[in-house]
């Protein structure tokens, strides 16, 4: 059997990492003094509203070695070999982590560093998922997951810059778009890194400079499109509505809410859209 294991950062719902018979390392977000663990004491809801009432800005961290160690232990007893997709590794030591630990058994465990997170790590977890069912195995999922990740573009509008200056993710040429009034950070991910791509006036300015990128390319409609929202669902209807009007196919289920992990560093407000290209 083929174990897929991902961390708290690709954004699934605890119900949806059941049906997708999906484990999941949870990351860690400090309020203060007090220790969260996304998706065991802290759901999206909860951040969100913690985020909002309180007054210092959340720290997150990669999840505990232990937590990889529990997994492994029980996949290297039952022989199962075990593939493990997991946030970039230009943003948290999550990956490092998977890969140390891993070393230490011997049965076959393939750590794969996403350069990506929230919906982009998921539709890479749900392409193992697919290839898994069909009877694939572990080297055969890892190759085309290594294969689709090269193609996988993430786009995303921010709030604000705040959150990603806080936490050290802005670059540093866009240090300075807080001071002017409604301009939104259009960033991208690219190779695993956050990089400032567009000033946009308002959010829908940004939000239509995302989908003119997402035109240009020529997206592979053999793979979903995922439309990230950091909370308010409303801009994640409105990102969809947009996409569809340009006449590209959403299923009922591409809207992702963001969770802690990645909305400690954009706030909420703040979408995205996520694809594979041609």
């Given at each position: 059997?083929v174990r897929?294991i991902?961390?708290?950062?690709s954004?699934?719902?605890?119900?949806?990492?059941?049906?997708?018979?999906?484990?999941?390392?949870?990351?860690t977000?400090?309020?203060g003094?007090?220790?969260?663990k996304?998706?065991?004491?802290?759901t999206?809801r909860?951040f969100?509203?913690?985020l909002?009432t309180?007054?210092q800005?959340?720290?997150t961290?990669?999840?505990?070695p232990?937590?990889?160690?529990?997994?492994?232990?029980?996949?290297e007893k039952k022989g199962?070999?075990?593939?493990?997709?997991?946030i970039?590794?230009k943003?948290?030591?999550?990956y490092?982590?998977?890969?140390?630990?891993s070393s230490?058994?011997k049965?076959?465990i393939?750590?794969?560093d996403?350069?990506s997170?929230?919906?982009?790590?998921r539709l890479?977890?749900e392409?193992?998922?697919?290839m898994r069912?069909?009877?694939?195995?572990?080297?055969?999922?890892?190759k085309?997951?290594?294969?689709v990740?090269?193609?996988m573009?993430?786009?995303?509008?921010?709030?604000?810059?705040?959150?990603?200056?806080?936490?050290?993710r802005l670059?540093?040429?866009a240090?300075?778009?807080?001071?002017i009034?409604n301009?939104?950070?259009?960033?991208?991910m690219?190779?695993g890194?956050?990089?400032?791509?567009h000033?946009?006036?308002?959010?829908?300015r940004?939000i239509?400079?995302m989908?003119?990128?997402?035109?240009k390319?020529?997206?592979?409609?053999?793979?979903?499109?995922?439309?990230m929202?950091a909370?308010?669902?409303?801009?994640?209807?409105?990102?969809?509505k947009?996409?569809?009007?340009r006449?590209?196919p959403?299923s009922d289920h591409?809207?992702v809410?963001?969770?802690?992990?990645?909305?400690?560093?954009?706030?909420k407000?703040?979408?995205?859209?996520?694809?594979?290209?041609?």
């Amino acid at each position: 059997m083929v174990r897929i294991i991902t961390d708290s950062a690709s954004d699934f719902e605890p119900l949806e990492l059941q049906l997708l018979n999906v484990e999941c390392v949870p990351m860690t977000i400090n309020f203060g003094d007090v220790t969260y663990k996304e998706n065991i004491n802290l759901t999206k809801r909860m951040f969100y509203n913690l985020l909002k009432t309180h007054s210092q800005t959340p720290k997150t961290s990669q999840p505990s070695p232990e937590c990889f160690e529990k997994i492994f232990k029980e996949a290297e007893k039952k022989g199962d070999e075990v593939v493990a997709i997991l946030i970039s590794s230009k943003i948290s030591g999550t990956y490092q982590c998977g890969k140390y630990v891993s070393s230490g058994f011997k049965n076959k465990i393939y750590i794969i560093d996403s350069l990506s997170a929230s919906a982009g790590e998921r539709l890479l977890v749900e392409e193992a998922v697919r290839m898994r069912n069909k009877g694939y195995g572990a080297k055969e999922i890892v190759k085309h997951i290594e294969n689709v990740k090269e193609k996988m573009r993430l786009y995303a509008v921010v709030e604000s810059g705040d959150f990603l200056k806080k936490g050290g993710r802005l670059p540093h040429s866009a240090h300075k778009i807080n001071n002017i009034k409604n301009i939104k950070p259009v960033i991208e991910m690219e190779n695993g890194t956050i990089k400032l791509l567009h000033k946009s006036l308002g959010s829908q300015r940004g939000i239509q400079y995302m989908i003119n990128q997402l035109h240009k390319a020529k997206p592979d409609l053999e793979y979903p499109f995922h439309i990230m929202y950091a909370h308010n669902h409303n801009v994640g209807v409105e990102v969809k509505k947009a996409l569809l009007e340009r006449g590209y196919p959403m299923s009922d289920h591409c809207l992702v809410n963001v969770g802690a992990v990645i909305g400690s560093h954009i706030g909420k407000n703040s979408c995205g859209i996520v694809y594979v290209e041609k």
